[in-house]
């Protein structure tokens, strides 16, 4: 016997789903949905074998994995990387440029050992570098990238020591370059370079004119914390030259700020820095290597337009005008063409990590039509014979739009009567609740009769959104996805599952932090933002898992504890061509006891004094001792178990 499946609405297909939530449109083919209605990763992109990502969520589950957890994969991670040179590579062919590309990865972007070291590893075939932005992650860098012909680039805040590491590093025959960030850095280099009898390979940032439209764009300009203004290069370059350094000065850089959504802006940018190149060369600098920042945008919404969703350029359009304007500029000053180095983080690492989280619940206004009775106060029958005129509507042939909207407002008259009657003790609580449940059973019953194609007046459109749900999301915003909070970012966002059923239910994400502001309302939507999304009826046996997908870059590691939420669990995947998958590392999320020391506070101090507190209440008789061991179980637990909610 063949069961009817009923949730499953025969004309709604994945196609439907993927349309819907932009799938292709974002993706960049290494994710679509499968017949099962699942979502599929595909490693190498469309044309590889597809793996089914709820069953690798199942597997991963039942070693103990629990939600959320944050999955990376890493071949995609790997392909975004070759996609990147590729791109300079039929740039460079094209355009017949008489140099090469030589990247180098932000270390800010991703700080984890894992993400790094296979970035080195598999960027080792293009001597593919790292930059630095702190003392910190000048460390990271020394200790993973070992490679003579691979470039660090030195950027951000820098004291004596720093500069001192660095040239010492490049004794250890490693490629560090330290970019002259401040005019006060050259003083430092001078002295630091004395005191060692060596000194670093030297690079200048250029602070540009051009000014970038995008989030970032205060990172540039005049107002930059970062950058030579012009006058400062030149003086720069007359210490540089007094203290016989000039020789080592190889690097021009500049950065425009992140996910730079005009290329136009760009363009000027690479003229300007071009004819700043040509001018170092003239002033008796080597040179030898242009680095134009990170900035290289990810088109989250898939829109291709400029808005901060979104990019109204393609990575090989940004790879051609990088290629094309620094030809033509060195060109027609008859000069030899730099190597050119990106220092792209967003758009190599956005992809590769995929934050899956569970639905704790759904909260949602009660709409249920209570039983009738036989005294009922006016409002409450009024209410219930502008329901019955509601049904009476949706077997009309169209629907009319102002019919529904006298409905409603009848039904909204008859509430405030209701309200009122309450207000004068006319109606008691039992009435009250009813005229309120009968009302957005109306609600209810109107919006499922609007029309979906046609543009809606304001009022109706609110009434839908006011009657959307509430899901409970097991995640903390504020942890794993900081930049929805800090800057209104949009990720795309979708169930993984059941999308071979149609997802009859508006809804946002309310996360577990007590904060008001701790919540997913803004969604994709094609170049704009709408704040609710599409999602199924939530049952409370079933599991209901969503994704929030590129959030690979800067989410993880500037996420913070508010309320005491830790780190999640993550994993490392790489995925077979025989449709396997290996699990190469597991990260396991902070425990409470991490987040509590973290903070000063000691767990066996913690644990000793809940123990002297139980010890009196039993003395006292207010506590049975195999209680008080109950409680002292359980924070024990408690305090071992990650900062999520687990069942
Ligand atoms: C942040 C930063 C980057 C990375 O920018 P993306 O937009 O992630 O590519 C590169 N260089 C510098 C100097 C930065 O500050």
């Known amino acids: 016997m063949v069961l009817k499946n009923t949730d499953q609405s025969p004309s709604w297909t994945v196609e439907n789903s993927s349309?819907?939530?932009?799938?292709?449109?974002?993706?960049?083919?290494?994710?679509?949905?499968?017949?099962?209605?699942?979502?599929?990763?595909?490693?190498?992109?469309?044309?590889?074998?597809?793996?089914?990502?709820?069953?690798?969520?199942?597997?991963?589950?039942?070693?103990?994995?629990?939600?959320?957890?944050?999955?990376?994969?890493?071949?995609?991670?790997?392909?975004?990387?070759?996609?990147?040179?590729?791109?300079?590579?039929?740039?460079?062919?094209?355009?017949?440029?008489?140099?090469?590309?030589?990247?180098?990865?932000?270390?800010?972007?991703?700080?984890?050992?894992?993400?790094?070291?296979?970035?080195?590893?598999?960027g080792a075939q293009w001597h593919f570098g790292l930059e630095a932005g702190s003392k910190a992650e000048l460390l990271i860098a020394l200790s993973i990238l070992e490679d003579p012909k691979a470039l660090l680039i030195c950027n951000g805040y820098k004291d004596q020591r720093y500069i001192e590491t660095a040239i010492l590093a490049r004794k250890l025959g490693r490629q560090p370059v330290v970019v002259i960030e401040q005019a006060s850095d050259i003083e430092l280099i001078i002295k630091s370079s004395i005191l060692i009898g060596a000194s670093p390979l030297i690079g200048i940032r250029a602070k540009l004119s051009s000014q970038s439209s995008g989030r970032w764009s205060d990172s540039i300009g005049d107002k930059s914390k970062f950058g030579l203004t012009i006058p400062e290069i030149l003086t720069t370059i007359k210490k540089l030259k007094k203290a016989n350094l000039l020789n080592e000065l190889k690097l021009l850089h500049f950065h425009l700020g992140s996910q730079i959504n005009d290329i136009g802006i760009l363009k000027d940018a690479l003229q300007e820095a071009g004819q700043i190149y040509v001018e170092l060369i003239n002033l008796g600098a080597p040179m030898g290597y242009l680095d134009v920042g990170g900035g290289l945008g990810i088109d989250y919404d898939g829109s291709q337009t400029a808005s901060t969703a979104s990019t109204n350029y393609s990575l090989q359009n940004y790879a051609n005008d990088v290629v094309a304007t620094i030809k033509e500029c060195c060109e027609s000053n008859k000069i030899q063409v730099p190597t050119l180095i990106t220092e792209s983080g967003r758009a190599v690492a956005s992809h590769f990590s995929i934050l899956v989280f569970n639905i704790l619940g759904k909260n949602s206004l009660p709409s249920d039509i209570p039983r009738k009775e036989e005294k009922e106060c006016l409002s409450v029958k009024n209410l219930r014979e502008t329901l019955g005129h509601i049904n009476n509507l949706e077997n009309e042939e169209k629907q009319d739009l102002a019919k529904l909207q006298e409905a409603w407002n009848d039904a909204l008259k008859f509430k405030a009567d209701a309200l009122a009657a309450f207000r004068l003790g006319y109606v008691d609580l039992i009435e009250r609740a009813k005229a309120e449940q009968l009302t957005w059973a109306c609600a209810k019953k109107i919006v499922n009769q609007l029309p979906k194609d046609i543009l809606l007046p304001e009022e109706l459109k609110k009434l839908s959104e006011s009657l959307a749900g509430t899901y409970y999301a097991n995640l903390s915003v504020f942890r794993s996805a900081p930049d929805t909070w800090a800057i209104d970012q949009v990720f795309p966002i979708m169930p993984i599952h059941r999308l071979n059923e149609e997802p009859n239910q508006l809804g946002h994400f309310a996360d577990l932090t007590c904060d008001s502001d701790g919540k997913l309302d803004q969604f994709i939507d094609n170049g704009k933002v709408k704040n609710l999304l599409a999602l199924h009826e939530f049952k409370p046996d079933d599991k209901y898992l969503i994704g929030l997908f590129l959030g690979g870059a800067y989410q993880e590691v500037m996420g913070n504890l508010h309320n005491l939420f830790g780190s999640t669990n993550a994993v490392h995947i790489r995925l077979t061509n025989k449709g396997k998958y290996k699990v190469e590392h597991v990260i396991r999320g902070n425990t409470k006891s991490d987040v509590l020391e973290y903070l000063e506070h000691d767990p066996e101090h913690l644990l000793e004094r809940l123990r002297i507190s139980s010890e009196s209440a039993i003395q006292a008789g207010h506590l049975k001792i195999h209680d008080a061991q109950k409680l002292m179980e359980h924070v024990e637990t408690s305090l071992r178990q990650s900062t999520y909610l687990q069942d």
């Open 19 to 122: 349309e819907l939530y932009g799938l292709d449109r974002w993706g960049k083919g290494y994710f679509c949905i499968n017949e099962k209605g699942n979502i599929a990763v595909s490693p190498k992109g469309s044309s590889s074998k597809a793996h089914d990502l709820m069953q690798l969520l199942n597997e991963l589950e039942s070693r103990k994995l629990k939600f959320p957890l944050l999955i990376r994969f890493d071949d995609i991670l790997e392909e975004c990387l070759i996609d990147l040179h590729k791109a300079f590579k039929n740039a460079i062919n094209n355009y017949e440029y008489q140099g090469k590309y030589q990247g180098v990865f932000p270390i800010k972007c991703n700080q984890q050992r894992h993400v790094v070291e296979e970035l080195v590893t598999c």
